[in-house]
């Protein structure tokens, strides 16, 4: 874990006005270690490991402000919201329907599919927000 970026984190939310009580802390440091994205409930199981008062709406709101200050964004995948530190590069996600693999994009592969729907739509489109659902190359083997 970053100490530094945990503590910041927590200098922004006090800046907020909100107590940060040891429950938060935890939930803090938790999210700014996963590597990757992270459900609310993974969340909730890691921290009640070693605070089994936790409670989930807890979890769920402290993630839910993390996300108002900027800190944190959600992504839509096969088995719900999910998030990410905004400061991992924005990517696509590619969810196999069939064994629930994910794999990844770099907005700079999806370029071509951006400008695509730009120039015949007029539409921007934002691929982070909700996966691709799809069938992976391991699946489609016969
Ligand atoms: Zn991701
Ligand atoms: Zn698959
Ligand atoms: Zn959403």
Redesign the pocket.
């Known amino acids: 874990v970053d100490r530094r970026t945990v503590e910041d984190v927590i200098d922004l939310l006090k800046s907020r006005g909100l107590r940060m009580t040891p429950q938060r802390r935890a939930i803090v440091g938790e999210v700014m270690a996963a590597a990757g994205h992270i459900s609310p409930s993974a969340v909730a199981r890691r921290v009640r490991e070693s605070r089994p008062e936790v409670t989930p709406s807890t979890v769920y709101r402290t993630l839910s402000l993390l996300e108002e200050i900027q800190v944190l964004s959600?992504t839509?995948l096969e088995e719900g919201?999910e998030y990410h530190r905004r400061s991992d590069s924005p990517h696509v996600h590619l969810a196999c329907s069939v064994c629930g693999t994910q794999d990844s994009l770099s907005l700079a592969e999806a370029d071509r599919l951006r400008d695509l729907i730009a120039e015949h739509h007029g539409f921007r489109p934002d691929f982070t927000?909700f996966a691709i659902s799809g069938v992976c190359a391991r699946c489609q083997e016969p």
């Open positions: 959600h839509h919201a927000h």
